[in-house]
């Protein structure tokens, strides 16, 4: 079965700063897509990154950039010059390419920004 | 504005009781999902739709089901309700399968079951 884990339950970092949020998945398949979605206090969810497999170059987007790592299916989350804004719950997300398939989320971490 | 409807948005439940928890898209999406959300599970799925008139369970369907009533409309049904299953349900629909896509939400419905 696919399955994503977030280790960290809650981070804190200084504004300004820099802080890396990690995500690790198990599948059998070999090409498949990666997201990050935030969900601030609001509740909504937003997409803030996405990854495909067979794409050796990393994603960026503004401040936040991915870490792949295939062969260890790693997927981690880099957000340089925290803002307050960036405070939210974090959540990674796995879906195989098969179109049928379902998202699999992890279970998040909870980012807190340190004025 | 457009995007994701789900009604209602608070609701508490006796024991047994039944409901069901309407979701509407109007961006004309093929797919539909429902998840909860508790607190250290992150979301999980109950069942999604990948197109009119199909259904699949998910991780944790059971003491949950659902009609696919259109392309627009997926309902979610609790038809005697445990308080096992108190959660934030989310409903989302998806752009486009694969690398493109990008699932939209609801702002969620926070049930509690006494």
């Known amino acids: 079965a696919q399955t994503v884990t977030q280790s960290q339950p809650e981070m804190s970092v200084q504004e300004a700063e820099t802080v890396t949020l990690s995500c690790t998945y198990d599948?059998?398949?070999?090409?498949?897509?990666l997201f990050w979605y935030k969900q601030p206090p609001s509740r909504q969810m937003i997409l803030v990154i996405r990854?495909?497999?067979?794409?050796?170059q990393n994603a960026t987007e503004n401040r936040f950039s991915v870490n792949f790592q295939k062969a260890a299916k790693s997927f981690s989350l880099k957000i340089s010059d925290s803002q307050l804004g960036d405070a939210a719950m974090y959540f990674c997300?796995?879906?195989?390419?098969?179109?049928?398939?379902?998202?699999?989320f992890g279970k998040g971490t909870r980012l807190h920004i340190l004025p | 504005n457009a995007g994701v409807t789900q009604t209602p948005k608070f609701q508490v439940l006796k024991t047994g009781q039944s409901m069901t928890l309407q979701c509407a898209q109007d961006?004309?999406?093929?797919?539909m999902y429902w998840y909860r959300q508790d607190p250290g599970m992150g979301l999980r799925l109950i069942y999604y739709?990948?197109?009119?008139?199909?259904?699949d369970k998910g991780e944790v369907p059971n003491g949950y089901n659902v009609s696919r009533l259109n392309k627009r409309e997926f309902s979610l049904r609790l038809e005697s309700a445990a308080p096992s299953q108190t959660s934030v349900y989310f409903c989302?629909?998806?752009?486009?399968?694969?690398?493109?896509?990008?699932?939209?939400f609801g702002s969620g419905t926070q049930l509690s079951v006494l």
């Open positions: 989302a629909s998806s752009e486009a399968a694969g690398f493109n896509e990008k699932l939209f």
């Open positions: 599948t059998s398949e070999s090409d498949y897509y």
């Open positions: 990854q495909e497999a067979y794409k050796q």
């Open positions: 997300a796995y879906r195989p390419r098969n179109r049928d398939d379902k998202i699999i």
């Open positions: 961006m004309n999406h093929n797919s």
């Open positions: 739709s990948a197109s009119e008139g199909t259904t």
